[in-house]
């Protein structure tokens, strides 16, 4: 059964700043996103980076409240650093599995590393695979599955770096988060896929059309298409609605909420069709 899931970070308008501080606190959305009939939520590491431990589970007894639950929380950690910042960051790292732990998540999401493949030399490689191999040992205590997503300016910025990354990591706890590397090609997307559909769990979907947010159905990517793709080839895990029409504005004040989110329906109700029209489950 695949289910479908809205990502948080469609729903602020502070996530591309710098210093990545949430227009929103968590709590703030739950009741929207409740109210718009979705049940499952990929967290933004910055809707819960900077809360209290109290603060967390409150948010995870408000949820039930709701009949909403976190299965996937994303996070972002830099692999290359030495020394004390090095700690400073597995300290980091650390505190958010715990608060994954305690929103009922099992899966964190994250960029593997913040620098491009072909930026980093072998030492720093080497360095950020031994970093990785420690942030999978924590999630492990944590019952935790790690998912590297498939991003530009991270170690998996190809499907010849993913796949090099996979082979040095070797562990069934490193899954890999698929979103495609090109928004306007459907072949490559469905056949960037294939090539790592044993180990993907967890798609990203955005709807863009000249570089515009814009629906799923109205995408330069035939979302159609590869929602059958991903079924064929086999993928029951999770695909989540990242990024929607509407969802980036000029200025804060500018983000309606309430418009994003019914533009979040219809994209679920795309992907769900979808997926229905190959007779699978939804959930």
């Not at 590491?45 to 967390?56: N, P």
């Not at 929380?73 to 305690?102: C, F, S, V």
């Not at 056949?191 to 180990?199: M, R």
């Not at 109205?218 to 080839?233: C, M, P």
Request: proline share 2%; hydrophobic share 40%.
């Amino acid at each position: 059964m695949v289910q479908i899931l809205l990502n948080s970070i469609a729903l602020d308008p502070n996530r591309w700043t710098d210093d990545k501080i949430a227009y929103f606190n968590l709590d703030r959305l739950l009741d929207h996103v409740a109210r718009a009939g979705f049940h499952l939520i990929e967290v933004w590491q910055y809707h819960i980076s900077r809360a209290t431990e109290k603060e967390i589970k409150n948010y995870h007894k408000t949820a039930n409240s709701l009949d909403l639950s976190f299965p996937v929380i994303g996070m972002y950690p830099r692999l290359h650093l030495q020394g004390q910042e090095r700690q400073h960051e597995l300290d980091k790292i650390e505190r958010l599995m715990n608060y994954a732990k305690l929103l009922g998540a099992d899966i964190v999401k994250v960029f593997v590393g913040v620098r491009g493949s072909a930026e980093v030399a072998d030492s720093e490689y080497q360095s950020s695979v031994q970093f990785m191999h420690e942030i999978l040992a924590l999630a492990g205590s944590y019952s935790l599955m790690i998912t590297g997503e498939t991003h530009p300016d991270t170690l998996c910025d190809s499907i010849e770096s993913c796949k090099r990354f996979l082979k040095a990591i070797d562990s069934e706890n490193f899954k890999v988060c698929f979103q495609p590397f090109d928004f306007s090609n459907t072949a490559r997307a469905i056949g960037d896929f294939h090539l790592l559909a044993d180990d993907v769990v967890h798609v990203h979907y955005q709807g863009q059309k000249n570089g515009r947010m814009v629906l799923l159905s109205d995408s330069d990517l035939d979302y159609g298409r590869l929602t059958t793709a991903l079924v064929a080839g086999g993928f029951s895990g999770k695909i989540c609605i990242e990024f929607v029409k509407d969802c980036v504005v000029k200025s804060p004040g500018d983000f309606d909420i309430e418009v994003v989110l019914k533009h979040a329906i219809l994209d679920r109700e795309f992907i769900a069709n979808a997926l229905r029209n190959c007779g699978e489950e939804v959930s």
